[in-house]
């Protein structure tokens, strides 16, 4: 039996809900432990199963862990086990294997709880070892926490991590031509907390989903020509924005970003939303990147648009003018966005073109405009180079859907030169519609380019 009063129930609760603070400040779910022997804390644990990517790691199972290693013994005979909230069934079996005397605990826990609540495992006569439990020790503290704690959930789904920014609301509200709702996610693995913004629109279960990536510096909505039409056709349209860019969080620091990182965030992202029968619509980083993502499931996509891209396999010098364009970014790191959409597209209003520079507000926000130009691979054993030679052998001989090709003729960086010898390397590519008046930036020439893409990729796909 244990020798710890019961009258000091309440004093190793409140040590039990300290580390249920420990645990909400990780941004855990804020449940603690201590386990006691002769009335002394052998033991602490907190909740840690988002940092250790551990399903297992519950705060009772931490402090009998760290209780069996400091008794060198995995039966802690004698034992009482202090937490914040009813234990489930998996701690539950776990405290009875280790023989506990006593299992105290705070708030009920009517969804889960396995001490009464739901089920009660203490509570079999014929289970070889019984172990006293008592509830309700200082249970309002404890659902304090968690209350709180999901509180701050619901009402800010998607706290800001100390390392990024995020663009104010207000600078995104009445963009001309962009009427379309926010959408974030910011629980996958790659993102770290960090939130994504994407465009969610059409139906869920349209026979074509057209999945749009823009490049640098723009965002989602370089589509918004685009968008329209291919929702007029039925469709479902799906247009995130990088990490760095748009309405998504924003790193602090340039070294944030990678090629191999932003892959993966698009990975996830594709698999999260389950996307099937994509047309793949990529333009400059849309597709440096987005080029690379078939291969790793070739069944979601049926059809792909390139558009002013490049895949960059560091076997190839890099274009004159991308070059040119690099040293300029690096010469003048806060270059006018605006002013760079103003020059290329005379048919844009004053308010299109500000709207490009609506994500960065000053030059704290802008760490991915400067990350991104000497991240594009230049020699073969350059971050991304070796991905990019196989996304190449994929499409010039694995890939088994449509191809269309869009090129602005006026583009100095990614121009034609670039384009048809990408073209070489796409299979059942047909001829490339050119557009003379459109620069890098094709998408805002982008009506008629979605509206022969929509007549394209509705023919039979090649045999």
Request: proline fraction near 8%; charged fraction near 20%.
């Amino acid at each position: 039996m244990p020798d710890t009063p019961v009258s000091d129930d309440a004093r190793f609760m409140r040590l039990a809900l300290a580390e249920a603070q420990a645990a909400a400040q990780a941004g855990e779910v804020p449940v603690g432990a201590v386990v006691v022997k002769d009335g002394r804390v052998i033991a602490t644990g907190r909740n840690a199963p988002i940092d250790g990517h551990d399903p297992t790691a519950h705060a009772e199972i931490v402090a009998l862990r760290a209780a069996a290693q400091a008794l060198g013994n995995y039966r802690l005979d004698g034992c009482s086990l202090y937490v914040t909230l009813e234990p489930c069934a998996m701690c539950s079996g776990a405290m009875l294997h280790a023989r506990l005397a006593r299992v105290v605990f705070g708030a009920a826990d009517p969804k889960t709880g396995a001490a009464g609540s739901v089920l009660n495992l203490f509570g079999h006569a014929r289970i070889n070892h019984q172990t006293t439990v008592q509830g309700g020790v200082l249970a309002e503290e404890g659902a304090q926490l968690l209350r709180g704690f999901f509180k701050e959930r619901r009402v800010n789904l998607h706290p800001l991590r100390d390392d990024a920014l995020r663009t104010p609301d207000e600078r995104f509200q009445n963009l001309p031509g962009y009427p379309w709702a926010p959408r974030y996610v910011s629980d996958l693995p790659a993102l770290g907390g960090l939130r994504l913004h994407y465009l969610d629109e059409g139906p869920k279960d349209a026979p074509t989903t057209w999945l749009c990536l823009h490049g640098n510096p723009a965002w989602s909505y370089l589509y918004r020509h685009m968008i329209p039409v291919f929702l007029a056709s039925g469709a479902r349209v799906v247009a995130p924005d990088l990490i760095g860019f748009g309405r998504s969080d924003k790193p602090k620091k340039d070294g944030a970003h990678s090629f191999t990182w932003h892959r993966q965030v698009l990975l996830e992202f594709v698999e999260r939303l389950d996307l099937h029968n994509v047309v793949l619509v990529v333009q400059d980083w849309g597709g440096l990147l987005g080029l690379t993502l078939p291969m790793a499931a070739p069944q979601r996509y049926r059809g792909v648009l390139v558009m002013n891209t490049t895949l960059a396999t560091g076997e190839a010098p890099l274009s004159p003018g991308f070059v040119a364009w690099r040293n300029m970014c690096a010469q003048n790191p806060e270059f006018d966005v605006a002013r760079l959409f103003a020059r290329g597209n005379p048919q844009m209003s004053a308010e299109e073109c500000a709207a490009y520079n609506a994500p960065f507000p000053d030059r704290g926000h802008r760490a991915a405009l400067r990350a991104f130009p000497p991240m594009v691979p230049e020699h073969a054993d350059d971050e991304g180079a070796a991905l990019s030679r196989q996304a190449r052998d994929f499409w010039s001989t694995e890939w088994r859907g449509q191809s269309l090709m869009a090129i602005g003729l006026q583009d100095p960086v990614l121009g034609e030169p670039v384009m048809q010898a990408l073209h070489a390397q796409i299979r059942h590519c047909p001829e490339p519609l050119r557009l003379p008046q459109a620069g890098h930036f094709v998408q805002e020439h982008g009506q008629s380019i979605a509206e022969a893409a929509v007549r394209h990729f509705a023919a039979p796909a090649p045999g």
